[in-house]
């Protein structure tokens, strides 16, 4: 338990992934970084809005900022009544309807909750389309890992695919527990990542999905753990026509190996029957 900005007593819960950054340089850093200045901007777990105040100093022209615990409401609302350019959005990021936001954002910049990182990152990538294309997050050193592992690495994971070949991922800085409190158990660190190519991959669930069930079982070849997958049954003749050996698993492939697969598989599925 410690204090809030209104020197009330306030418990973090674990369950919400609530670590504060607490480190002003670090804050500092983010918000250069990020560039928001004349941007329309997204914040996920504001917490005591210490990374949303540097954000509105940096000068951005909007900036939405969505936070589950209303023991927050306080805080926030405070720092919403004297800045016109603040909206806080109260709910469940995961459910949030980010469509309807308007002016849409152009960047998200936050220290995202541990506990919904993968899903979140998925989430806001639909919307890259829309022009959503700059993210900097505040994540797990082992989250980090994952968005830049290379291919045949034991780090590689879907989400790491989808972001290879959508753009770049660049791993900004590590930050150590001493610079949140209440301190957490793990190692954080900041990633940047920048959309320019691909977008219109997010548009439907199919890529995100043939991902996702490459890697189903880690162990399996690929064509294991795609068999059946979207109604095509045998993978074997696609994997062949993309010169992929029937022996390799999902986290073998480069990024423009899933790309051709994808395509493959697109066009055999729409020559399926109904």
Not at 92 to 105: H, N
Request: glycine share 6%; charged share 30%.
């Amino acid at each position: 338990m410690y204090l809030d900005n209104s020197g009330r007593a306030f418990r973090p819960r674990k369950r919400l992934g609530q670590n504060f950054l607490a480190d002003r340089g670090i804050l500092l850093e983010m918000t250069e970084r990020a560039d928001v200045a004349g941007q329309v901007v997204l914040e996920v777990g504001p917490g005591m809005g210490v990374l949303t105040k540097e954000l509105l100093l940096e000068g951005c022209d909007r900036l939405y900022t969505v936070e589950l615990d209303l023991r927050l409401k306080d805080i926030l609302e405070k720092l919403r009544a004297v800045e016109p350019r603040l909206h806080v959005i109260w709910g469940d990021a995961m459910k949030i309807d980010y469509g309807a936001l308007f002016p849409f954002p152009s960047k998200v910049v936050a220290n995202i909750p541990y506990n919904i990182t993968t899903p979140l990152i998925w989430k806001l990538l639909a919307f890259a389309p829309r022009g959503l294309n700059y993210h900097l997050y505040m994540v797990q050193k082992e989250a980090a890992d994952r968005l830049t592992a290379e291919p045949d690495t034991k780090e590689r994971y879907p989400l790491g695919v989808a972001l290879e070949v959508m753009g770049k991922v660049t791993l900004v800085r590590r930050v150590p527990p001493s610079c949140f409190r209440p301190m957490p158990r793990v190692y954080s660190a900041v990633v940047e990542i920048q959309l320019r190519r691909n977008l219109h991959l997010m548009e439907t669930s199919f890529w995100s999905d043939l991902l996702h069930a490459g890697f189903r079982q880690r162990r399996k070849t690929l064509v294991n753990n795609l068999k059946d997958f979207a109604g095509i049954g045998d993978w074997r003749p696609l994997l062949d026509e993309a010169e992929l050996d029937l022996k390799i698993r999902g986290e073998d492939l480069r990024g423009e190996e899933w790309l051709r697969l994808h395509s493959l598989a697109l066009r055999c599925r729409q020559g399926l029957p109904e």
